[in-house]
């Protein structure tokens, strides 16, 4: 059973949208409501699946695109749909990789086919938590950055913020390492309480102090570390490889 959140502030097309969900999806939990902060507690208690938030919401302390990014805390795996009156948006929506982003008036072939396309992916990876995402977009400035996931060697946490480092570039996100882990898959290991590695892109694990280690990369001359505790679950993992 596919959990979807639905929120929008209009009673008319909150109804509209939850009767086209149920038509185009095999018995869906639905949790349908006009608030931001309801919407907030829904997602912490039942951590839905899909998330379709309408934007400008009347007489609300958050609008739909600060929702998203608290739900996508809460929930990272959450497929966002925003569906808006308002293009302005789109570009702010990125942080929160929003699978789609639907006009007002609404186009119900799109809204269908999203529906349908979703749900049916959900239901399909259900049993698999760890899948991961392709790409991730980092917004900086009036730039976005398109990373693809197999490229990242790591990410640290460095004071408040956590940096993603490639072969080549470093960029800077919000998110904590654990929700970034969650997003980039089981092929990142939380290596040390600072760093998860793309165990991939792992080429050497050198001892260099007591109950410390230095990973190297494939293809670079950067380094990340490695606590004993993580050494441990890593050599555990990869004993069937070892000559």
């Known amino acids: 059973m596919v959990k979807i959140l639905i929120l929008e502030d209009e009673d008319y097309t909150r109804r509209f949208i939850k009767k086209i969900v149920l038509e185009n999806s095999s018995s ?17 208690e039942y951590l839905p699946e899909i998330a379709m938030l309408d934007v400008e919401l009347e007489g609300e302390d958050f609008n739909g695109l600060e929702i998203a990014r608290i739900i996508h805390k809460i929930s990272p ?23 789609d982003y639907i006009l007002k008036p609404i186009n119900v072939k ?16 259900s049993s698999n938590e760890n899948r991961g995402i392709n790409r991730i977009v980092v917004k900086s400035g009036g730039e976005m950055f398109f990373i693809s996931v197999k490229d990242i060697l790591y990410a640290e946490r460095l004071d408040r913020d956590t940096v993603i480092h490639d072969g ?13 882990g969650k997003k980039l898959g089981n092929k990142f290991l939380r290596v040390h309480k600072s760093y998860i590695v793309n165990e991939e892109k792992i080429k050497k694990i050198t001892e260099i102090g007591e109950r410390v280690y230095q990973i190297e990369f494939l ?7 490695m606590s004993r505790s993580g050494f441990k679950e890593f050599r555990e993992k990869i004993e069937n490889l070892t000559l």
């Not at 608030?35 to 907030?40: D, H, N, T, V, Y």
């Not at 999203?114 to 749900?119: A, G, K, N, P, R």
């Open 28 to 44: 869906p939990q639905i949790f349908d409501t006009s608030s931001g902060k309801e919407a907030i507690s829904l997602a912490r």
């Open 219 to 225: 293809n670079s001359d950067k380094v990340a570390l």
């Open 110 to 125: 799109r809204l269908i086919e999203t529906i349908v396309t979703l749900t049916n992916y959900v239901s399909k990876n």
């Open 77 to 99: 795996e959450t497929k966002i749909v925003f569906i808006t009156g308002h293009s302005k948006y789109a570009v702010s929506a990125f942080d929160v990789h929003p699978y």
């Open 168 to 180: 080549k570039n470093t960029y800077s996100v919000q998110d904590s390492l654990q929700e970034l």
